[in-house]
């Protein structure tokens, strides 16, 4: 049996390219501070400052949900049958 070997360079790989991989299956979870709400959910109501939130994104970067905890976050992923993943 041969060991097969392959390296990608993500170097090569355009932002577009990348966000469009994980399209329709991939979601990331992201914390935010109230402070960030307006400029990615400009139709919320006014949130009290400092306060830590979650939000949940498409592979694009498209803001789908706001929420106060991670949980609810990856459970609104889990159910449009998206896939999680976390971002720091």
């Known amino acids: 049996m041969t060991e097969l070997n392959v390296n ?11 966000a469009t991989m994980g399209a329709g299956h ?4 992201k914390q935010i501070r109230s402070e960030d709400v307006p400029s990615l959910f400009p139709q ?3 949130i009290a400052p400092g306060l830590k939130l979650f939000t949940l994104h498409s592979a694009d970067g ?3 949900m706001l929420t106060d905890s ?3 976050a990856i459970a609104n992923a889990w159910s449009n049958e998206l ?5 720091h």
């Open 26 to 29: 991939i979601a990331y979870v």
């Open 44 to 46: 919320a109501p006014h």
């Open 62 to 64: 498209t803001p789908i």
């Open 8 to 18: 990608v360079s993500l170097v090569d790989v355009s932002p577009e390219a990348l």
């Open 83 to 87: 896939e999680a993943v976390s971002v």
């Open 70 to 72: 991670r949980e609810a």
